[in-house]
């Protein structure tokens, strides 16, 4: 029975500790983006290049950057869309389109898939940690288990902090 009391306090006190983040509020005035100081990945090596250049570079110089040669039609519409491209930078060099602004706020906000996949990692095991503690109450050596569930949940919880860190 003093089981089944200390894991329903743990469970309360667990609860109420998830609800203590209070949510960040939006800025009121949209921030201007510098078209020469937001970068893409360019080709498989990554090597990054701002929409500034990218608006502005040869069809040559991008296939060097890239490692892929394109053939006409490819170049075609390279060159159309950094035509489109160039209308929606303005003469100081910031983003004048709202879908563009929109696109690199969701490029630089969202946590990347790897941080993503940990925080699922670390829910799925806090979860069955708890399961297999509420059947430790009946299976005494489910408890292990649980154990051994809510030690990788931690592990997991601490690599999530760390890549949530590093995205910021």
């Given at each position: 029975m003093k089981k089944v009391l200390v894991l329903f306090a743990a469970l309360a006190i667990m609860v109420t500790s998830f609800a203590s983040v209070s949510p960040a509020s939006a800025p009121k005035k949209p921030v201007r983006i510098n078209a020469a100081q937001f970068f893409i990945p360019i080709g498989k090596t990554g090597q990054q290049i701002s929409l500034m250049e990218l608006s502005q570079i040869k069809v040559s110089d991008y296939e060097?950057?890239?490692g892929q040669n394109m053939n006409l039609s490819q170049k075609i519409g390279f060159k159309l869309a950094q035509r489109e491209l160039r209308k929606n930078i303005n003469p100081d060099g910031t983003l004048n389109s709202k879908r563009m602004e929109r696109l690199s706020h969701k490029m630089q906000k969202p946590a990347d898939s790897k941080t993503h996949k940990l925080l699922i990692t670390w829910l799925v095991l806090l979860g069955g940690a708890i399961v297999?503690?509420?059947i430790a109450v009946f299976v005494p050596?489910?408890?292990i288990l649980s154990g051994l569930a809510g030690l990788a949940a931690l592990v997991f919880f601490v690599l999530w902090l760390i890549s949530l860190s590093q995205n910021m």
């Open positions: 060097k950057l890239s297999l503690g509420i050596f489910v408890g």
